[in-house]
């Protein structure tokens, strides 16, 4: 069985950081402050790219803890700015989603449609061996042929 490392407290989180890894740290309590709230584990990924060898053992010279919050500030920066992004294609997506359901006058030939054009655009996106069977997934939707609109019970909106 493989063994398991003892969990450290926050005190031997930064004495770990400064003493057996070589990371300046300027402000103890403020590094405290970090650990506690984000996490020794969550941070140590932060750090790979100041160590000077792949056992991770001992930081560059100069590498400070104030290096490593600054990358993790960053990347979560970088996350926000990415999901805002990804909520306006979204939101432009739903639009001609609904705009596509009012043309072609019935939800079901709309999503049929917006499914389609994903499957198209995810083709170019994708590796050529990947495998995208949407119409295995539409299968049951498609199977009479009937214009039956979402919860409505009409045959078509107007």
Same mark, same amino acid.
């Given at each position: 069985m493989a063994s398991?490392?003892?969990?450290?407290?926050?005190?031997e989180?930064? !004495?770990h950081l400064?003493? #057996?890894h070589?990371? $300046?740290?300027?402000d103890e309590?403020? !590094?405290k402050? =970090?650990?506690q $709230?984000?996490g =020794?584990y969550?941070?140590?990924? =932060?750090a790979i790219?100041? =160590?000077? #060898?792949?056992?991770? @053992?001992?930081a560059?010279?100069?590498a @400070?803890f104030? #290096?490593i919050l600054?990358i993790?500030?960053? #990347?979560r920066?970088l996350?926000?700015?990415?999901?805002e992004?990804l909520?306006r294609?979204?939101?432009?997506l739903? !639009?001609?989603?609904?705009?596509s359901?009012s043309?072609f006058?019935? &939800?079901?030939?709309?999503?049929?449609?917006?499914?389609v @054009?994903?499957?198209?655009a995810?083709?170019e996106?994708?590796?050529?061996n &990947?495998s995208?069977n949407?119409?295995k997934?539409? &299968?049951?939707l498609? !199977?009479n042929d009937?214009t039956?609109?979402f919860? @409505?019970?009409r045959?078509?909106f107007?």
């Amino acid at each position: 069985m493989a063994s398991v490392k003892p969990p450290l407290l926050i005190e031997e989180m930064t !004495a770990h950081l400064r003493d #057996d890894h070589k990371f $300046t740290i300027a402000d103890e309590n403020q !590094a405290k402050k =970090y650990l506690q $709230t984000i996490g =020794y584990y969550r941070l140590s990924g =932060y750090a790979i790219p100041f =160590y000077t #060898d792949p056992t991770r @053992s001992t930081a560059i010279n100069g590498a @400070s803890f104030e #290096d490593i919050l600054n990358i993790y500030i960053f #990347d979560r920066k970088l996350r926000i700015l990415i999901i805002e992004a990804l909520e306006r294609i979204e939101i432009a997506l739903r !639009a001609t989603h609904l705009k596509s359901c009012s043309k072609f006058n019935c &939800a079901l030939k709309s999503l049929i449609f917006f499914t389609v @054009s994903w499957k198209l655009a995810l083709s170019e996106l994708l590796p050529s061996n &990947a495998s995208i069977n949407i119409g295995k997934l539409l &299968a049951p939707l498609t !199977a009479n042929d009937s214009t039956i609109c979402f919860k @409505s019970g009409r045959k078509s909106f107007e």
